[in-house]
């Protein structure tokens, strides 16, 4: 207490920093063009290498242009893989024989290919078999399908292939949603960053095929990380008016990595050189690791002031902006935390996914939310993976995809000025669905193809638009946790495309597209 002309005067403790205050602080920083790009680029610069992995199934996992059963005993004679098949195969014109006839292949071996097949052709054909020996290919690049034999019953192995980075991604989005809304955003983002950069080597050098899987699902779990948390430092780092176009060009990066990975793949020669043209860009994360910023936003709802100002201003911090003291109630906070057990913070963490069904209200946005991410996913992965179905180049098909890809995070911007968010997503899942729905009535090939990749362009703006909506829907406290949540669903449709395009599409080509059709209209 301080006495003044014989009157007690009481200092005036410093008022915390409100949101207003944030607010006021980010349109200054803003005006930082440099800053804003800046902070961009390193926020959406790690969905190249998540374009690449996640896309990059259609080449690793590749089908060989023609497989048969192994035979041992023809190995060492001169025929070719036509005249083998020819011999050995119940459909020798079939692209997949999962079957062989049970001949004495060693008798064969002594005579030359005319004798053998008119041996065949008189004597009354023998039982089949399974192809007990393994599996011969002719295909235009070693692939991880050919390497371990992932054909016939095996196909469902190859799927999982795909199905592994999904389910990283499931989990990826599950566990760090809520883990940097309670440990920061920068903390997880590093961590996924470092994963990344061990994962992504690990797979190419895998020796084996379920070491090969497990090194996938880490590059999935490790993408789901630096989606979800960068997108939510930058939206917590923008301001509302420029939040709008910042998301919708969040995803470009994706559009990046999907046209230049058909570059990458057509010159590699097999699978494990194409992991490793994905994987060195993966060390420029070192960048992010020592740029990236926490966001203020969360520091601010954590009370941590100075941490705040400092990543709004650095080490010069304008005259006439004060650094909140913290009140005792503050620090004991903070000491309390600070002394949790792992467990405690883990139950704390969970706890923020029942306050998103709180409320009827919250239910209700955080199901339509769910909904949607599940379509746009599994229609987005279903178009990009259906090019084998198509009948059309599959380098030049990625390729497009990535091209039509583009546009359809730009369409948001302009049609959220005119029609606002609910109109823009009713529109664009409506397009998106008769467009693979028309499929089903022309042929095969370039007119399938043009009119799918209207539903890719419409699949990606659904992206576009559904992110954005859910990161409006829900306050700060819950934000990543719904955004996290919401990709989760997201993941189940990815994880179901592979098995909907290479098990069902072989039964009927228009399967997959019909049925994401349904599901957009």
């Known amino acids: 207490m301080i006495i003044t002309n014989g009157e007690p005067f009481r200092a005036v403790p410093r008022r915390a920093m409100t949101s207003q205050d944030l607010e006021e602080a980010l349109a200054l920083r803003s005006k930082n063009l440099c800053w804003v790009v800046s902070l961009f680029l390193l926020t959406s610069s790690p969905g190249i290498l998540n374009a690449m992995h996640i896309n990059s199934y259609v080449f690793l996992a590749e089908l060989p242009t023609y497989s048969w059963c192994k035979i041992p005993a023809l190995a060492n004679t001169n025929w070719t893989g036509e005249e083998i098949r020819q011999i050995s195969s119940p459909s020798p014109e079939a692209q997949e024989n999962c079957v062989m006839y049970d001949w004495n292949y060693t008798m064969l071996s002594n005579l030359s290919f005319p004798e053998a097949l008119n041996y065949t052709s008189t004597h009354e054909k023998p039982s089949e078999t399974t192809c007990r020996w393994g599996y011969s290919y002719i295909e235009e690049m070693s692939s991880i399908t050919t390497e371990w034999d992932l054909v016939c019953d ?37 961590l996924c960053c470092v994963l ?71 010159f590699s020669t097999s699978w ?108 987005y992965f279903m178009i990009a993976l259906n090019g084998d179905n198509f009948h059309f180049n599959k380098y030049l098909y990625i390729a497009l995809n990535g091209i039509f890809e583009a546009p359809g995070y730009l369409l948001p911007i302009f049609m959220n000025y005119r029609l606002g968010r609910k109109s823009s997503c009713v529109i664009l899942y409506s397009i998106a669905g008769f467009a693979l ?41 819950v934000r990543n946790t719904a955004i996290g949540t919401s990709l989760t669903q997201a993941q189940v449709g990815t994880i179901a495309a592979p098995f909907v395009v290479d098990i069902l599409g072989q039964k009927a080509w228009y399967f997959p597209s019909t049925l994401c059709g349904i599901l957009c209209v």
């Open 437 to 477: 729905l028309i499929i089903l009535a022309l042929p095969k090939g370039a007119p399938v193809v043009t009119v799918a990749l209207i539903g890719r362009l419409c699949s990606a703006a659904m992206f576009a638009e559904i992110i954005l909506y859910t990161s409006e829907l829900f306050p700060t406290c």
């Open 196 to 266: 990344y950069m061990i994962a992504a080597p690990a797979v190419a050098m895998s020796p084996y095929y379920y070491f090969m899987l497990a090194m996938r699902l880490a590059v999935g779990v490790a993408g789901a990380g630096v989606y979800e948390v960068g997108y939510t430092i930058l939206s917590e780092m923008t301001l509302t008016k420029h939040r709008a176009v910042l998301g919708c060009l969040y995803n470009i990066s994706y559009a990046v990595g999907i046209t230049v990975l058909p570059l990458l793949a057509y």
């Open 154 to 190: 095996n196909t469902p192995l190859r799927s999982t292939v795909q199905v592994a980075v999904a389910v990283g991604k499931f989990a990826g989005s599950f566990c760090f949603a809520m883990l940097a809304d309670k440990f920061g955003r920068r903390v997880i983002f590093l």
């Open 272 to 379: 494990r050189m194409l992991q490793w043209c994905m994987s060195f860009p993966g060390f420029l994360l070192l960048i992010h690791c020592w740029f990236m910023p926490e966001s203020p936003r969360w520091l601010l709802n954590h009370k941590r002031y100075k941490e705040a100002l400092k990543v709004l201003y650095g080490s010069k911090i304008p005259e006439g902006v004060s650094v909140p003291q913290e009140d005792d109630d503050s620090k004991a906070e903070r000491a309390a935390k600070c002394n949790h057990l792992w467990y405690k913070k883990v139950f704390s963490s969970i706890m923020k996914l029942f306050q998103l069904f709180s409320s009827a209200e919250l239910i209700s946005r955080i199901s339509l939310c769910h909904l949607g991410w599940f379509t746009a996913s599994f229609s």
